[in-house]
């Protein structure tokens, strides 16, 4: 098989390749036949920045196989179970969702560069979750999804991304801010990602956010009880409306190097807040 010249390669978008390294380059060329046949005998030679990074790349090398009636037994039993692979958790787990604030605007106005904020946000995320003890279970576009065994994690690793985010020194000097949801429960793991009310209520929690601000559900700081992680505090903002959901009590959790004043949820009108620590 030839090699992809360098003027066929620009022709084509990232999702003809497997795998997009952090700096942007492009490795894998899955857009026909040929090259999936050379993309799986070479998978193993590629140095990937994470487990997550390269179930990915196995996931989609596989799809494109599919795709092209390629039947790779060795490549399957060797190197691809699937997303189970990563041993998410059961039972009851703690989820964190994020999203970033203003991304189509973002988008927009960087053009190519917002794929570098983009890797760069993603980078900040894992390595926060990661070090916290957690799993992603997911990221697409701007948004980020992670479980954890404990809540106490899952704070611990928002926290974390909120203050990397604000020093960071992003592309083009843009502001970049995240909004982030916290709750938990008993979800259902099927084919490698949670299914379950659960993963609404957090989804609907990290919406409500505003950039900056870390919003967790009653239910989670229950779990929490009297261990909450050092030097982080929690204000009442009332009961909110969650489309679909209906009444939830939301909480917004502070710490003394971030900001702590923000408008109201957007889910409607809350009920009278109280703030404690």
Same mark, same amino acid.
């Given at each position: 098989?030839?090699? =992809? ?19 942007? !380059? ?6 026909? @036949? ?10 193993? +030679?590629?140095?990937?920045?994470? @487990?997550?990074?390269?179930?990915? %790349? ?6 494109? *196989?599919?795709?092209?009636?390629? $039947?790779? &037994?060795?490549?399957?039993?060797? #190197? ?40 760069? %946000? !993603? ?5 926060? $979750? ?9 990221? !697409? ?5 992670? $479980?954890?065994?404990?809540?106490? #994690?899952?704070? @611990? %690793? ?5 203050? +990397? ?5 992003? /592309? ?17 793991? %099927?084919?490698?990602?949670? &299914?379950?009310?659960? &993963? ?7 919406? *409500?956010?505003?950039?900056? +601000?870390?919003? &967790?559900?009653?239910?989670? =700081? *229950?779990?929490?009880?009297? @261990? ?19 009444? +939830?009590? =939301? ?17 409607? /009108?809350?009920?009278? *807040? /109280?703030?404690?620590?």
């Amino acid at each position: 098989m030839a090699k =992809l010249a360098d003027r066929d390669r620009k022709k084509l978008r990232d999702t003809a390749f497997a795998y997009v390294d952090p700096s942007g !380059r492009r490795r894998l060329p899955i857009h026909d @036949e040929s090259h999936v046949r050379n993309a799986l005998s070479r998978f193993n +030679q590629v140095v990937f920045e994470d @487990e997550v990074a390269r179930d990915r %790349a196995r996931t989609r090398l596989l799809n494109a *196989a599919r795709r092209f009636g390629i $039947v790779p &037994v060795g490549f399957v039993t060797g #190197q691809l179970r699937g997303r189970g692979a990563r041993n998410l958790p059961q039972g009851a787990v703690t989820f964190l969702m994020s999203d970033i604030e203003g991304s189509t605007a973002l988008l927009l106005g960087l053009g190519d560069r917002y794929r570098t904020l983009l890797t760069d %946000a !993603r980078r900040i995320a894992r390595t926060a $979750v990661r070090r916290a003890g957690g799993w992603e279970v997911d990221a !697409r576009a701007d948004e980020y999804f992670a $479980v954890f065994r404990r809540p106490q #994690q899952a704070i @611990e %690793a928002a926290v974390s991304i909120q203050r +990397q985010v604000r020093d960071h020194a992003w /592309t083009d000097g843009v502001a970049v801010r995240m909004r982030m949801g916290i709750h938990g429960g008993r979800p259902t793991l %099927a084919e490698g990602s949670y &299914v379950g009310v659960s &993963v609404h209520t957090v989804s609907r929690i990290c919406g *409500a956010a505003h950039g900056g +601000q870390i919003l &967790v559900s009653r239910a989670t =700081l *229950a779990s929490v009880g009297d @261990e909450m992680p050092a030097g982080i505090g929690v204000i009442d903002l009332g009961e909110h409306h969650l489309r679909g959901l209906g009444a +939830q009590s =939301l909480f917004q959790l502070t710490a003394a190097d971030l900001p702590a004043t923000f408008p109201p949820p957007s889910t409607g /009108t809350p009920t009278p *807040a /109280t703030e404690g620590s």
